[in-house]
């Protein structure tokens, strides 16, 4: 057949020839075909359309040479196309692909081979078929190809597989090394900085750095740096000698051939922010060693970061504080960057930039931690407010820190004062209600360094933050719960906070944690004994117990026996209440008269009888308000009538001798108008008492509620240290109180006529004469069991004698005391034990019963 020419502008009848069995029909098909592609996508895209990448797939494994290698290129350049990749795939043609990576291959195969490779490397499914199909060893194989473009493509490709930790691990053992330090000698940049980003990657493991330096990459690397006309690679050098500078082998190789100097040296001469951050990174890896810390600190590595920090460039800033960060756990670092580095540091607090921010108090977090000497350079370089205000940054890293370093200079007291005055707890209230745990866990340790001063305990309490530490005891978080707990035991070391925190739940939450031996601590049960010590009427009424250490003072109310889980009403909201049938709670208020201000002055007999809650706590707010807003216009208008009784005229007195026939008349009037001053005086005097009286009540008003005082317990206390102080022994004074008790409470009782001892009918008399079941404890004149025991106590807190309250079943409780006996007859000087007994305040008031006798059993059982 003779030869035919054909012409065409149709891409599909040429993607039609690649059907044909004439290789050179193939071949030219291909040729056009490649030409067409490369003028851009859209290209690409119509002959994905017309089926052109499954032809040329057979075709690139064709016999004839010349089709073979033509095919290979349009399936280079189309492989740069999503679609075609995505096709590529399904076809898998990388196998077929690699086959052709064999040295007898021709040189343009092997560049297009590895082209579509490399661009197909870009997915992860892709990179694990080259891997799994032995891809690896051609590609380092054609790194020493005399091609540049396939040294490129080998190149890149390796690049890409080597992101996965398997080809990682593998390249180390095929000898990869060598070839990639021979391309940094190549004359095409892109070569080298693929070369350079490829090395970068894999000396992350310790077995390639190894062998980087057996075959002197560290060298390499050093001269890229003083090198000036490779500038342009000086990062991509800086961040793979970062790698190397992890081990120590390799950090005590380039000091000892001067070549860390010279690092450093290159740094600071730099005016490059990206070599600058590169070099501050490649610092800090190397200083998570010990032994690199040390070689480092001899090279006086701390200048160059505290130059670093200078550098007007956010980036730099941020690697240098993380470098210094990690060189101070170096001690002697650590003391260098205390006395030049923190006064940069603090200044990096206030800038815009939140991650600047956050590397800086991470910085400052670790100069301070065990070192008092730096957090009072902190202090100097006036820290204490910005890191304060950080405690409200954006970043949960910087609030964290920020709470750690005040945590650190909180263990000295002035600068814990000097952190109290500028608000900390009150910015605390928001960190404790974050959701990161180190937040959290952060933000309760500063609580608990602020919180053993009384004004940051109530900081606190008014800033709302005990309910968000309350609630992290509930947290799931080892530490935060431990920490949270530390807090708790600090802040309830005062009777309102600690009141506070029971209202709030702390109290039920730690007696959960503490019934559970995976989530209860140390700090769970100290937290739970010092709430209760510093709530004597919540631990009295939940436990039933109070030891010679639990101090009654006023404010104390004995309510009752509550079960767990049952909240226990404050005395305000009881007397609140209106009458009932249940049980009177009995408090303690012992106040000096000077002390209470009162409406009323203490009547001259020191009776109680006028003296009750007062009727006006019982009522609502609203009812309040309206009564007050009544008083003060009462107020208003009696001050209007105070000003028109103004005192009357003086008559004008008239010359002597010149007395009128009106003389009589004008005594006689003189005398009626003085009657009548009189009188307006009295009334003037009226209501300045009314104005002065309402004034008091608006004022009483205006006060917190407090509990009425209880004269006729103060007169007990004052009796009993007149009487029972003086006498000489322990004994003594705990057998006379005995009796006074008893005697103020309806005297010795018969144990077979104890039935008939009404003192249930007194206690309900007193309650209905208050229109309350609160009752002060000096109203009740027949007490039983509960009421003496309490006096009994009261009185001996307040005195000087020791003992404990306890509470039993059927409304009894006693007292507990410890004295010490006497020695055996004809023994001297020795000390014995003190023992313990219980006081008999009923049937025998004074007599002592050792504990565990079967008399004191059943005094507590009858």
Known sequence: ???????????????????????????????????????????????LGLGAVERLYKLISHEDPIVRRNAMMVFGIMASNHDVKKLLRELDVTNALLSHLVPE?????????????????????????????????????????????????????????????????????LNVIPPLLELLKSEYPVIQLLALQTLEVISKDRETRIILGENQGLDCLLKILETNEFN????????????????????????????????????GDSTVPDIQKNAAKAIAKAAYDSENRKILNEEEVETCLINLLEIDNDGVKVAASQAISAMCENLSSKRVFGLQGIPQLVELLSSNNEEVKEAAVIALANLTTASPSNSSTVA?????????????????????????????????????????????????????????????????????????????RAELRNAGGLGPLVELLHSKNKEVRRNACWAVMVCASDELTAVELCRLGALDILEEINLSTGRKNNFSEAALEKLLDNNLSQKYSQMGYLSSSNIITDGFYDYGQIKPGIKLLSLEELSMQELTDRRATIFI??????????????????????????????????????????????????????????????????????????????????????????????????????????????????????????????????????????????????????????????????????????????????????????????????????????????????IGIGCSLVRGEYNRAWNEVKLVDDSPQGVTGLLLPPQEYIVDLMFEP?????????????YKRI
């Not at 891809?135 to 890149?156: C, H, Q, T, Y």
């Not at 909180?410 to 952190?419: G, K, Y």
């Open 1 to 47: 057949f003779d030869p035919l020419l054909i012409e065409s502008k149709t891409a599909a009848t040429v993607v039609l020839m690649l059907s044909s069995p004439e290789e050179e029909v193939l071949a030219k098909a291909c040729d056009a075909i490649y030409k067409f592609a490369s003028k851009g996508d859209e290209n690409k895209v119509t002959l």
């Open 105 to 173: 291959e021709d040189v343009v195969i092997h560049e297009f081979a590895t082209l579509c490779l490399a661009q197909m490397a870009v997915e992860y499914t892709t990179k694990v078929q080259i891997f799994e199909q032995g891809g690896l060893e051609p590609l380092i194989r054609l790194l020493d190809s005399p091609d540049p473009d396939v040294k490129k493509n080998s190149v890149e490709c390796i690049y890409l597989l080597v992101q996965d930790f398997q080809s990682r691990a593998a390249v180390s053992e």
């Open 232 to 267: 342009d690679l000086h990062v991509e050098a800086l961040a793979v000698l970062g790698n190397c500078l992890e081990d120590v082998h390799a950090m005590q190789l380039i000091q000892q051939t001067g070549g860390l100097k010279k690092l450093l040296s290159f740094v």
């Open 380 to 456: 100097e370089a006036e820290g204490i407010e910005p890191l304060v205000k950080t405690l409200n940054a954006q970043r949960d890293g910087a609030v964290a820190n920020a709470a750690a370093v005040l945590t650190n200079m909180a263990m000295q007291e002035p600068l814990r004062l000097s952190i109290q005055s500028h608000g900390a707890m009150s910015a605390l209230a928001e960190p404790l209600r974050s959701t990161n745990s180190q937040v959290q866990s952060r933000a309760v340790l500063l609580v608990a360094a602020l919180g053993c001063d009384a004004d940051a």
């Open 589 to 798: 208020n012992a106040k000096p008269q000077e002390d209470v201000l009162a409406v009323e002055e203490k009547p001259q007999n020191s009776s109680y009888e006028q003296t009750t809650l007062s009727p006006v706590s019982r009522k609502s707010s609203r009812e309040k308000s309206s009564k007050k807003d009544e008083r003060k216009w009462e107020l208003t208008l009696l001050c209007v009538l105070n000003s028109l009784l103004v005192s009357p005229v003086e008559e004008k007195q008239e010359p002597p001798g010149r007395r009128s026939s009106f003389s009589k008349s004008s005594s006689r009037e003189k005398g009626s108008r003085k009657g009548k001053g009189k009188k307006e005086e009295e009334k003037m005097i009226d209501v300045t008492q009314v104005i002065s009286k309402v004034q008091d009540e608006i004022n009483q008003e205006n006060a917190q509620w407090q509990a009425p005082p209880d004269f006729i317990l103060l007169d007990y206390i004052n009796d009993a240290s007149k009487t029972i102080l003086p006498l000489t022994t322990t004994r003594e004074q705990v057998v006379a109180l005995a009796q006074f008790v008893a005697d103020k409470m309806g005297g010795a009782i018969e144990k077979e006529k104890l039935h008939d001892f009404s003192w249930e009918l007194h206690i309900s008399e007193i309650e209905y004469e208050l229109k309350s079941n609160v009752v002060p404890i000096g109203k009740v004149k027949k007490g039983t069991f509960y009421h003496r025991a309490l006096l009994f106590k009261v009185i001996a807190d307040r």
């Open 846 to 858: 004074g007599f002592l019963m050792k504990q565990g006798s079967a008399e004191a059993d059943q």
